[in-house]
């Protein structure tokens, strides 16, 4: 039965908990852009936003705040609305800025959707520096019984990190709706039978999934002791766990299989329509990243092997939100997937977006919060409303000072261009490209994949440049049709170049070379008027890739009717340590001491003659003017005069720039200034190129290239 918050853990000191983990799994009860994304004004707790029409409001709530809280802090959390609409959130209320520190779980629970919410509840409370994380919530609409999953977190004596080497999973239940919770179960066993030496088995965290079926699905992130363990070596992974008894029992699943290139820990589930389940995750390497992805034909129970997805675009590795917001199996609504991060190299910029295809484009986004911003999840009321807790503001790059939620309603998201009154008015007709073309040479293959949209890519291996793989299609109406190109990323990428009947789209040529793993990427080409009949797309080899190679991997081609333009960044920006990015001669130093600069880190070179050079070589997606800004980290002892070569259209021309002066932030991140606006011609050929050649430090940081209309 359950009894009254707090809920009461035996006493554990390390030691005891150490030695304990075996006798805690014997006792578990177990069974076997033209434009820029919109940001609302600054926001109150109650204010509601203008928007696009009648039915557009935002709202916004400060749950949790350090600076006035009795905590140090407040930050990963955990969110599920009930069937009765009840609104549960969960964080972690921190005695210390510190992952494996005291820890309690805390809840807040609202009534009425989140117009009003309760005192704070402490779930779980921290006893002789018990450190209790990772809240996962997961409610069962059949019987509305809602679990809460956490980890016990130990660190061993020789760790000086904050982070832990032992975590436990526990759970809690509730089916009051949250007012009261059973004793806690211990887990620990679950995981035993893994080959990797797993030591730390972390929930979600945020939320799990109920499938189709009624099975209760959730992940959970494992890896070894952080001592004597190499990131490399600590064998980052996630596998699931699943209940088909609403919960009475809880069996371990496969896990996704374990890669040094794919370091997934931090992720959530999704299923799509036709019934597979999607794991989508971050990297636990940190850094400006794609997201790890795989999927499971056999809801949950064994997983594909996992790949790099641009879909959700590059950034901050952190913990980000998915949740499917209408349609899925056997649903007749249209289906929406929403999608929340930090869109930004550091912690900063708070995005939803929302896809119409399963997860494989976002055409829609919409700035929530422009400032810092960390962890989220995301929910929905049965009247439709958004729900989102997520972690912002403060001074700490790693942690918030509040946990907010932010409640909106999809008119607002998407800006008047979707609601659930009207619908998106969007129709995708797709063709996949591994069958029905044309390859001239190379070599040309297909390759069966789960994470392809038609199960298997192209791949077009290329005897020199040149080489063309060409697909006829025929639209299903003529008319105005966004083209959205899905393609492959390897090492051995080439650049390729799409014409469509002979003419280049917008965005006529990408690299297809990986960043630091393989993996799918998209690119919105623009609009193209399309008659009835048929049509032609050619992707060519145009050039090695720069990674040197010549493969061409493409998936699918969709063709959009849509009465509203996309959200997409005009933009492409290269980083240093980037791919893309070049120390020609000379040493060019790593540091982060001075604030301003873009991603993680910038490169330093002292003043000289020149004899140190980098250089920055970006894709040009098609022909035309750019202006060309260039990323720094001022201070007074930089170079007045750091001078910057521009190859471009009509020549070369250099730049001397003063970089003591503060350029402009950007709210994602980096202090920019321009270099000027110059043709272009599209593909590999412009460079970037910056020297020593000054009287002062020299700063490489990041350039980027914006679009003219």
Not at 82 to 94: C, F, I, K, S, Y
Not at 141 to 153: E, I, K, P, Q
Not at 242 to 265: F, K, L, M, R
Not at 485 to 513: E, F, N, W
């Amino acid at each position: 039965m359950p009894t009254s918050e707090p809920i009461p853990h035996a006493r554990l000191s390390r030691r005891t908990f150490a030695l304990g983990v075996a006798g805690a799994s014997a006792a578990a009860a177990l069974g076997p852009h033209p434009q820029a994304f919109a940001a609302p004004a600054p926001v109150t707790p109650t204010r509601r936003a203008a928007g696009a029409g009648a039915a557009a409001f935002f709202h916004e709530t400060t749950l949790w705040d350090s600076a006035t809280d009795p905590l140090e802090n407040y930050h990963v959390h955990a969110l599920t609305v009930l069937p009765d609409d009840t609104v549960l959130a969960v964080t972690e209320g921190r005695h210390e800025v510190c992952d494996a520190g005291p820890r309690d779980l805390l809840l807040r629970r609202s009534t009425d959707g989140g117009d009003t919410w309760g005192p704070t509840q402490t779930l779980v409370a921290s006893e002789d520096g018990a450190s209790w994380g990772n809240p996962a919530l997961l409610a069962d609409r059949d019987t509305g019984t809602v679990f809460c999953f956490y980890m016990l977190s130990l660190r061993l004596p020789e760790n000086t990190s904050c982070s832990g080497d032992i975590g436990d999973l526990w759970m809690i239940s509730s089916d009051d709706a949250g007012v009261t919770w059973s004793t806690p179960t211990a887990l620990s066993g679950m995981f035993e039978h893994f080959p990797y030496d797993w030591a730390l088995h972390g929930p979600g965290p945020g939320h799990g999934i109920q499938l189709d079926t009624g099975r209760l699905l959730l992940n959970c992130a494992h890896r070894r002791v952080i001592v004597g363990n190499t990131v490399a070596e600590r064998f980052y992974g996630v596998s699931t766990i699943y209940s088909d008894d609403h919960g009475a029992t809880w069996q371990a699943a496969g896990e996704i299989p374990v890669s040094v290139d794919y370091p997934i820990n931090e992720a959530r589930l999704f299923q799509r329509t036709d019934g597979t389940v999607v794991v989508n995750g971050r990297s636990a390497a940190g850094g400006n990243r794609q997201r790890i992805v795989a999927v499971s034909a056999d809801r949950g129970l064994t997983w594909a092997p996992p790949a790099l997805d641009g879909a959700t675009g590059t950034f901050n590795a952190v913990d980000a939100s998915l949740a499917r917001y209408t349609g899925g199996p056997g649903s007749t609504e249209p289906s929406r997937i929403l999608f929340s991060r930090p869109d930004s190299p550091v912690r900063a910029n708070m995005t939803v977006s929302v896809s119409y295809d399963e997860g494989h484009s976002y055409p829609y986004s919409r700035v929530v919060n422009a400032n810092r911003s960390y962890y989220s999840d995301l929910a929905r009321l049965s009247d439709g409303t958004i729900v989102m807790l997520y972690g912002c503001e403060g001074d700490i790059a790693s942690a918030p000072r509040k946990v907010n939620v932010a409640r909106f309603s999809l008119d607002w998201l998407t800006q008047g261009r979707d609601s659930l009154a009207e619908g998106p008015g969007r129709t995708e007709q797709l063709i996949p490209l591994a069958t029905g073309g044309q390859a001239t040479g190379g070599t040309f293959t297909t390759v069966a994949d789960p994470l392809a949209r038609g199960g298997a890519r192209a791949v077009l291996t290329a005897s020199a440049t040149g080489a063309r793989l060409r697909h006829t299609f025929t639209p299903d109406e003529p008319g105005n049709h966004q083209l959205w190109l899905r393609y492959h990323r390897g090492a051995q990428g080439a650049s390729v170049t799409v014409t469509v009947d002979g003419a280049r789209p917008r965005t006529a040529v990408i690299d297809t070379t990986r960043e630091n793993a393989d993996g799918y990427d998209i690119a919105y080409l623009g609009t193209v008027a399309l008659t009835g009949g048929a049509h032609t797309l050619d992707l060519t080899v145009s050039a090695t890739g720069r990674g040197g190679g010549l493969v061409l991997a493409a998936d699918a081609l969709g063709l959009v009717r849509a009465p509203h333009a996309p959200d997409v960044r005009e933009e492409v920006v290269v980083d240093n340590d980037a791919l893309g990015y070049q120390v020609v001669s000379g040493t060019w130093s790593p540091a982060t001491g001075t604030p301003g600069f873009w991603g993680g880190n910038y490169r330093t070179a002292p003043a000289g003659t020149g004899g140190s050079v980098v250089r920055w070589r970006p894709v040009v997606p098609g022909t035309g003017s750019y202006r060309i800004e260039y990323s720094y980290a001022p201070h007074a002892n930089r170079a007045p005069d750091a001078p910057y070569t521009v190859t471009h259209a009509n020549g070369s021309t250099t730049v001397r720039v003063d970089q003591r002066a503060a350029g402009t932030p950007d709210a994602r991140g980096g202090t920019w200034a321009s270099l000027g606006t110059f043709t272009l011609t599209a593909g590999l050929v412009t460079t970037v190129q910056l020297s020593n050649d000054a009287g002062g430090f020299v700063i490489a940081d990041a350039i980027r290239l914006i679009r003219l209309p």
